[in-house]
């Protein structure tokens, strides 16, 4: 069976933040760009903060119009909900081989109604909303997604066929397939980003499996304007939290995860999340635990001084241990450190997991690039040209080559872009020649 083949300038892998930054430099340049996102939409995880550090920006203010520029610029086409399969060099030519995933739901035929969604009688937790709502079988991922485009959740879906019947223009298809598809580019760009380290991988901190004890992202949900609950909730009870904790380096700098390194944004956002709950539930007492307090980019250490005035408390020590406490609390055992060091027990109504950053994407059996010990990709040449890879005419941008913040992320991006620019242009000339 023949294979589809799309003939692009520039291929970009990844459509966060720095892919879509990276996609429009070029793009701006005439280069016809292709994006490969593995989810059903781009954006990334900047689409699913609340705000940004030390602004406080509003981080879909700043996301959403670079979105929908991409999605309007004649020379973008983004390829979501894709997996890429290998990503390899012929000659003067990358061939990557993609497949796109079922959705279940014709991309061409849907407009976006939701219909569909309205009246699926099926309820699911919603990832999007860190698990404290609830999401139909079929559904859009969220309310600013670009494509505005329903998938079906195969695993949930009890085939009732209402989604079907509802359905304006008949796009929903029980029985489509994957399609493979084949794209060809002078150059290529990883912006792949970062997961976070996986809470149930930490023993001392429950497994995961204590109800109050949440992840930075499942905050930034409870923080955003257009969250669960419309405000911060413990997710137990639904009661307002009155003495909140932060946990620090609970994923980075901790050799029994086997990550050793500093995810360099923890401290950062976690002050951010901090002066965002001192408006949000101001009568609670907020503390931060924490080893160095890392505040290394322009106004930060001003932003980290502003939250101790706001009355944050920082408390200096390594959390041991956390354990279900008394009312549905949470009690701590850390070793402070300083004067009044020693052992000692804390118990919050909700506490908070700064997890670290690992690596997004895993370029073994796909393509030739090398990655560092810590799983990032390998950058040849860091301080001269950091977004340059071992392999030709193919760099990387953001998080994919090691954490960094957004600030850093979108430097890095258009980096990127200039590096495959002169590519694309030497590439060019040498074919003119």
């Not at 799309?6 to 930054?21: K, M, N, P, T, W």
């Not at 970062?194 to 204590?210: A, R, V, W």
């Amino acid at each position: 069976m023949s294979t589809e083949k799309i003939e692009f300038d520039a291929l970009v892998v990844g459509g966060g933040i720095a892919g879509l930054q990276a996609a429009l430099d070029l793009a701006d340049q005439d280069f016809k760009v292709a994006i490969v996102e593995k989810d059903a939409s781009i954006g990334g995880k900047m689409i699913r903060l609340s705000k940004v550090f030390p602004t406080l920006d509003c981080a879909s203010c700043i996301t959403t119009p670079k979105m929908s520029a991409a999605a309007h610029h004649p020379n973008v086409t983004s390829f979501t909900y894709c997996e890429l399969k290998s990503l390899k060099r012929n000659g003067g030519e990358i061939t990557a081989s993609v497949i796109q995933k079922s959705r279940f739901v014709d991309e061409i035929k849907c407009i976006g109604c939701r219909q569909c969604e309205y009246n699926c009688p099926v309820y699911v937790p919603d990832d999007e909303q860190g698990g404290f709502a609830a999401r139909k079988a079929i559904y859009i991922p969220f309310s600013n997604a670009i494509p505005q485009v329903a998938l079906m959740d195969v695993e949930n879906c009890t085939l009732c066929g209402k989604c079907a019947k509802v359905c304006p223009t008949n796009a929903v298809d029980y029985f489509q397939k994957p399609r493979d598809f084949t794209l060809t580019a002078k150059t290529a760009v990883i912006a792949t980003g970062f997961e976070l380290t996986p809470l149930q991988d930490k023993q001392q901190y429950g497994y995961g499996e204590i109800e109050n004890v949440i992840t930075a992202l499942q905050m930034e949900r409870l923080l955003a304007p257009h969250g669960p609950y419309n405000r911060v909730i413990r997710p137990s009870d639904g009661m307002e939290p009155d003495s909140i904790a932060f946990i620090q380096c609970a994923g980075s700098r901790d050799k029994s995860m086997g990550i050793s390194y500093c995810s360099r944004v923890c401290c950062m956002y976690a002050i951010k999340q901090a002066m965002l709950l001192s408006g949000a539930v101001p009568m609670a007492d907020i503390a931060i635990y924490y080893m160095d307090i890392r505040a290394f980019g322009k106004g930060y250490e001003q932003f980290y001084q502003n939250s101790k005035a706001m009355g944050v408390e920082f408390i200096k020590g390594k959390v041991a241990t956390i354990d279900p406490g008394e009312n549905g609390g949470v009690k701590l055992q850390y070793e402070a450190q300083g004067a009044d060091g020693g052992v000692k027990t804390a118990e919050h109504d909700l506490v908070v997991l700064s997890l670290g950053m690992v690596a997004g994407w895993n370029p073994e059996n796909i393509c030739t690039v090398s990655t560092e010990n810590d799983a990032f990709i390998k950058t040849i040449q860091p301080k001269i040209a950091p977004t340059l890879t071992d392999m030709e005419g193919v760099f990387v941008a953001g998080v994919a080559a090691g954490p960094k913040d957004i600030v850093d992320t979108i430097v890095e991006a258009s980096a990127a872009a200039m590096e495959a620019s002169k590519y694309l242009t030497k590439a060019t000339r040498k074919l003119a020649a």
